[in-house]
């Protein structure tokens, strides 16, 4: 008897999908405010920390849900509600021509949480920095055709 008989569908995938690292940081979100500007609009005032849903193509979190606390960036309150009134791949790469992972690692390899700092120096994000580059380069192909 084969393992997909014995079981549903829903719990051989989640078997086979390698577990998500969720790392929680309160000190590196608000060393995150603190310490940066908007990355849209410059400001250093009304500073949030945006979490990055889409990280990979796995499905990634689901509404009301949040990646760990390294996928984050700094944006201002009004940019950071134009982050969520649009495609999240639209406000990066197309407004703002920037891969958002890339400014995820510079500011976890420089964070006070050692967790974060970590995850960073271990190539964690490379993955996710590889999924943006690719969504970009295809987006751009597209375009081009």
Known sequence: MSISVCLPIGMLVNMLLPKRIIIKSKKHLEWVARNSHCIKCRTTYGLQSAHIRKTDNLGNVGWGQKNSDV???????????KQHTMNEFEFFAVLLYINPIRVCLELALKSPDKKVKQFAKEGKLNDAIKYWDDLKTSAEGTTKS
Do not use: G, R, S
């Not at 996928?71 to 509600?81: A, D, G, K, R, S």
């Open 71 to 81: 996928y984050v960036v700094p944006l201002c309150y009004l940019c950071h509600q």
